[in-house]
């Protein structure tokens, strides 16, 4: 494979309107905010990469403000001028900066695509590559689609009903203390047989597990993340009273955390985020590991512009991800995005692997600049020194 030679490293922070609010039981944002990342090689070619942070320390503890420190005054001074064999060898050039996953994700994910286009390959050819024969990528993913708190339960159920009439075959209720039993009631009554799974976003505590056990009766393929955030053991003490499997979404920050809470049986399931984990070379060993012992696999969302949204389609496009994706279509998120083609839901619940080299969609600059110069209108946090 061919290296390359960082000559730049560009930060935009963007906001989005977003087509359809996601409430979920620590709130919603008004816009869809990141930072986007554009690596420059030396040989002039472009690799594009997001930020996936919100204003608030609410889902993960980076925000805009924080992830936007971390990139520009650590990340991109040490990419700056290095000759780079593999984007796996990004976390030992990373090694000195603690945490921040978000940040050095988004940061990796910009040279992935960069150097996927500088050898030529598709960027989910270029992620089989780094696997073991076996693994070449699917040119079609299986997606769901995740739907937030409501006001009433009529509006939930015709949310749900809207997204199956568009084709969803695995729909993601948000649920909080308040919004569970009597709403997954509703809706298990009226669609008795759809793929249907919940997302507490960590709102219960082991104390609330009577509760959760009596969402045990509506068939559900999965709860993510019921408890606390930072949690693994409470999970591996809930998850044997319930016959649904528990899925770990915000607890799991490394292959590390989940080789700990598969031992400990604190979920069957993980919701593969690559910004959560630090970016996709910690996604490829906690793929490898799930393919090694055969753990039910599927990669999250965090509501990703095209760019990120292709890069996550491009890796959940490998074999081992075995369950539907928190992917949807770019018309469930924005009017317009700010990369073309949109993404399309086809037959079967599924979207197509763009085919053209890295995350094959072309970032639109106008739109861009759009985006930019909404996030400086709304900026809730203006500088403390300017
Ligand atoms: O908990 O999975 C989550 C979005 C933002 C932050 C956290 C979560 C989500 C989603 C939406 O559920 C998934 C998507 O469609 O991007
Ligand atoms: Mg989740």
């Not at 995740?146 to 009433?152: A, E």
């Not at 770019?330 to 890295?358: H, M, W």
């Amino acid at each position: 494979m061919k290296p390359v030679t960082i000559h730049d490293i560009k930060l935009r922070v963007v906001a989005l309107p977003l087509v359809e609010l996601l409430k979920t039981s620590f709130g919603a944002e008004p816009y869809k905010t990141a930072i986007i990342i554009e690596a420059v090689s030396e040989a002039g070619l472009t690799g594009w990469g997001e930020i996936p942070v919100k204003t608030k320390p609410s889902y993960g503890a980076e925000t805009v403000l924080t992830a936007l420190h971390i990139t520009r005054d650590f990340l991109a001074p040490r990419l700056k001028g290095q000759t780079i064999a593999s984007p796996t060898a990004l976390p030992a050039l990373f090694r000195s900066v603690r945490g921040n996953h978000h940040a050095r994700a988004g940061v990796e994910a910009a040279v992935w695509d960069l150097m996927a286009k500088a050898n030529e390959l598709p960027l989910a050819a270029y992620f089989a590559a780094h696997l073991p024969p076996g693994n070449e990528a699917r040119d079609s993913v299986s997606v769901g689609v995740s739907i937030g708190i409501q006001d009433s339960l009529e509006s939930q159920i015709a949310l749900v009903k809207k997204r199956l009439d568009e084709g969803y075959r695995r729909i993601k209720l948000k649920i909080e203390p308040g919004w569970d039993v009597d709403v997954v009631r509703a809706i298990r009554q009226q669609f008795p047989d759809i793929m249907l799974m919940l997302d507490a976003n960590s709102a219960y505590t082991l104390a609330d597990a009577e509760r959760l056990k009596e969402l045990d009766q509506f068939n559900l393929l999965m709860i993510e993340q019921p408890l606390a955030y930072d949690d693994i053991y409470e999970h591996s003490q809930l998850q044997p009273q319930l016959r649904a499997a528990i899925c770990l979404d915000e607890s799991i920050a490394s292959a590390h955390d989940w080789q700990v809470a598969r031992k400990l049986g604190a979920g069957k399931i993980l919701n593969l985020k690559p910004a959560r984990v630090g970016g996709f070379t910690e996604s490829l060993k906690i793929y490898q590991l799930c393919a090694e012992t055969r753990t039910p696999l599927w990669i999250g969302g965090m509501l990703e512009t095209g760019i990120g949204r292709a890069a996550n389609l491009s890796f959940a496009a490998l074999p081992a991800v075995n369950l539907p994706s928190d992917i949807s279509a770019t018309d469930r998120y924005f009017n317009p995005d700010i990369t073309e083609p949109p993404f399309v839901l086809e037959q079967g619940s599924c979207i197509k692997v763009p085919a053209g080299t890295g995350i094959g969609v072309e970032v639109q600059r106008d739109r861009l600049a759009e985006a930019e110069a909404r996030w400086r209108e709304f900026n809730p946090f203006a500088p403390l020194f300017s």
